[in-house]
T-cell receptor
Framework: EAQVTQNPRYLITVTGKKLTVTCSQN?????MSWYRQDPGLGLRQIYY???????DKGDVPEGYKVSRKEKRNFPLILESPSPNQTSLYFC????????????FGPGTRLLVL | SQELEQSPQSLIVQEGKNLTINCTSS?????LYWYKQKYGEGLIFLMM?????EEKSHEKITAKLDEKKQQSSLHITASQPSHAGIYLC??????????FGTGTRLKVLA
């Protein structure tokens, strides 16, 4: 089954404790992206990656890091989480052959205390 | 400021009624996407529109993109409780850099 998986699905952590949210896709997609969703602000792009070792900033990259060492994986790293990073996070992937639609993961709900 | 404006923010309709959700941009869009989201869950792709004046339909949902590629509407005919959820429009103003509207919460009363 074609899918994007994220782990963990739910996470409670404390300020300053480094964490990683993993994202994996099994569709051989070149393009992957991270979003956060907040009430009243909608879905905002954090980082995206066009292919292995190629990443770029979205609209809200501050406080986040990403890496793309393998085509299927695109982890999101919060080096020093803060309460304003409490949010619902989505990973997505798509083919880069054109304006393809993105396939979204189920979401990771993060609470930073 | 939000680059994609959606209206209305929320909508409650009686089952069987038609409804329309709008999505407006101040910029010309490469592509316009409609998604549905159940509360707190991932997004499900509905339709993609690329060409000015394009219209697509799937089951009881029709989406249109205006000629200038700055406004889109999503129309649901004879709504059902299964249509309830959050509808999001998304777009790429430049390739692969996406923006989204804040969503329209739809509730359908049986």
């Amino acid at each position: 089954e074609a899918q994007v998986t994220q782990n963990p699905r739910y996470l409670i952590t404390v300020t300053g404790k480094k964490l990683t949210v993993t994202c994996s896709q099994n569709m051989n997609h070149e393009y992957m992206s991270w979003y956060r969703q907040d009430p009243g602000l909608g879905l905002r792009q954090i980082y995206y990656s066009m292919n292995v070792e190629v990443t770029d900033k979205g609209d809200v990259p501050e406080g986040y890091k990403v890496s793309r060492k393998e085509k299927r994986n695109f982890p999101l790293i919060l080096e020093s989480p803060s309460p304003n990073q409490t949010s619902l996070y989505f990973c997505a992937s798509s083919s880069a052959s054109g304006l393809e639609t993105q396939y979204f993961g189920p979401g990771t709900r993060l609470l930073v205390l | 400021s939000q680059e994609l404006e959606q209206s209305p923010q929320s909508l409650i309709v009686q089952e069987g009624k038609n409804l329309t959700i709008n999505c407006t941009s101040s910029k010309t869009l490469y592509g316009l996407y409609w998604y549905k989201q159940k509360y707190g869950e991932g997004l499900i792709f509905l339709m993609m529109l690329q060409k000015g004046g394009e219209e697509k339909s799937h089951e009881k949902i029709t989406a249109k993109l205006d000629e200038k590629k700055q406004q889109s509407s999503l129309h649901i005919t004879a709504s059902q409780p299964s249509h309830a959820g959050i509808y999001l429009c998304g777009a790429d103003i430049i390739p692969y850099k996406y923006i989204f509207g804040t969503g329209t919460r739809l509730k359908v009363l049986a």
